[in-house]
């Protein structure tokens, strides 16, 4: 117990020694860092082709659809509901980052992708996993979809649009930046429709300011958002398509970040608050409200965090922290739990030491720990260890790398605050979840193309799993489950003069013990696909027009729930027209599941329809 308390002492106090030679060090006139130096390769290689959906505007979710390195399950559009999985975990063990804070919802993980942020004032998300998902997440145990926020720029656009199904949506966006470097930007945009389904009917606002001050070296961020959403679809949750259910949420979010960049590294920390209101019903013809059995919540989460590398000789610090406090303000059906508000932390410090070989070849060593607490949970020390060979040469770099970690997170209240039967089966004594991932990859970047290929292991241990038992066919239930997951992962992307390409591919199996606990299916552990290719293509195929293709076939893990086809091939294309280039009026046509592929991506719960729209912009 002596030798835990030292380390973890160590642990919290070296970044404090770090955070403090980071803002003392700025006097190098030597260029500094730039951020996507130390990112994977995924940050500079565009994965998708379209970057708007054809059913309303675009949200973070939209960009994720067809991500080769990420698996978007979507209750109807994506920009309705959708879990973000990331190498076959479930919908909790991924987590949104914006700067330097991990944005979450501590009632549910169905809601971590409502970032309540344009697109526009992000950029190009990673996918961090492994040490630098450790070293940059929060209450995420496999993956970190973590977003830079983008500079402000003068200028701006306006967008229409409309298609089928009485779709009509509208954005604006605008920004403008002073001599003395201070920007402002606002973007707004809205969006109705019946949907492709009956009961699918959606009616989205989303606002959003952000001030912005940057010096170069220094650049201070403040986003507000504001994102009002009523969406409908059959089966949405329960997986009864007979079901016409809705969901009412209202999300606050206010977010501050501060970047420094200095000759030796960088450091970067922030806070965010947000709220959450949500109204979910199963049957929208039965309208209740303030008593149990009306599914209205609301949560507020408030975080600081920091994130930084700093160069010391041979050895990079790299490290991260956050602290979030949440409450569960009010309930009428989370109430069988044993606490509605938590504190928890987490701290990571990796150093590397690079060993310069022959031939130019740097091997580089990673070892380090995550300090992960709560005042409600049981308290974890987790190991984080790696080492990469650096192979230059004439036509491109080639780099091998082999890392271990370990990571923890902590279920929602949802899963510990749910009533023990019933709709949605919550379980109090739900503890913390670890996943423990081993994985040795190689990736050849040549400045034309860039090729990735990982084959990795994980051991999931007391993951919070929804299982359905033929027993009580009316209801789920949040079980623990032990599951060993084996996966390979390949990306590729090229471009030439007039056509880009991405293509990505996944294979997933997985061993799954339930232990004594009746289980006949699973919702989400076991609701993944065993083969998953995807394929993005943009073609500018005359003067100002340009074709772009997203697709995807993928074979899923047999489900006793499911209706219909395991398998499936998904397509979402545009063509557009710019008559004025890059600035002036454009016009789009946009269709979605052009297939009209009946899969559903949660078993039981109806797929989207094909939706087509066409929509006209003006950028200054």
Known sequence: MLKLMLSAALTVSLPFFLVGTALADDSSGLKPLPQEEIAEITVSARRIANTRPAGTYASPATTLRFDPLT????????????????????????????????????????????????????????????????????????????????????????????????????????????????????????????????????????????????RGDVRTDMIVGYQDKFYGWPGAYTGFAFLPETDDTQTTFVLLNRRRESASGWFEYGGFYRRLEDDYDFNRADFETGVPGSFEHETEVMAIGFQGLQRRGRVDWRYGGQVTRDELVRSTDLTSGTFNDRTYATLSVVPSLDTELADGK????????????????????????????????????????????????????????????????????????????????????????????????????????????????????????????????????????????????????????????????????????????TLALRYRFADRFELRLDNEYREQEDNPLRVGDGSTYLVSAAVEWQPGGENGFSVSLLADNLTDSEFQPFPGTPAAGRQYSVSASYLW
């Open 362 to 533: 740097v091997l580089t060593w990673r070892a380090g720990l995550t300090v992960d607490y709560s005042n409600r949970d049981s308290n974890r020390l987790s190991p984080l260890l790696g080492v990469s060979l650096d192979r230059p040469g004439a036509g491109g770099t080639t780099v091998w790398s082999l890392e271990y970690a370990a990571t923890s997170q902590l279920p929602g209240y949802t899963a510990l605050n749910s009533r023990p039967s019933g709709l949605f089966g919550g379980n109090p004594s739900l503890g913390r979840e670890v996943a423990k991932q081993l994985a040795a990859s190689v990736v050849r970047d040549t400045g034309s193309w860039q090729a990735r290929a990982t084959l990795f292991t994980r051991r999931d241990e007391d993951l919070v799993d929804w299982t359905y038992a033929t027993g009580a066919p009316f209801a789920r239930q949040a079980n623990p489950v032990d599951i060993d997951v084996v996966g390979f992962e390949a990306f590729f992307a090229k471009s030439w003069d007039t056509v880009d390409v991405a293509a990505g591919y996944t294979a997933l199996d997985k061993d799954a013990d339930y232990g004594g606990t009746q289980v006949d299916a699973s919702f989400y552990a076991l609701n993944f696909a065993k083969h998953r290719a």
């Open 71 to 214: 698996e978007l399950q979507s209750r109807g559009m994506a920009e309705g509901q959708s879990d973000v999985t990331v190498r076959g975990s479930v919908f909790e063990n991924t987590g949104f980052k914006l700067g330097a804070v991990s944005v979450m919802d501590p009632q549910t993980g169905h809601y971590v992708a409502e970032l309540p942020v344009d697109p526009a004032l992000m950029s190009t998300p990673a996918i961090l996993k492994g040490i630098d998902g450790a070293v940059e997440g929060f209450n995420s145990a496999v993956a970190t979809v973590s977003y830079g926020i983008a500079r402000v720029t003068d200028g701006g656009n306006v967008s229409l649009g409309f298609g089928g199904d009485s779709l009509e949506y509208q954005a604006l966006r605008f920004g403008e930046v002073s001599d003395d470097g201070f920007g402002i930007a606002f973007s707004a945009a809205r969006s109705e429709g019946d949907g492709t389904v009956p009961s699918g009917d959606h009616e989205f606002a989303r606002y959003n300011l952000q001030l912005q001050f940057d």
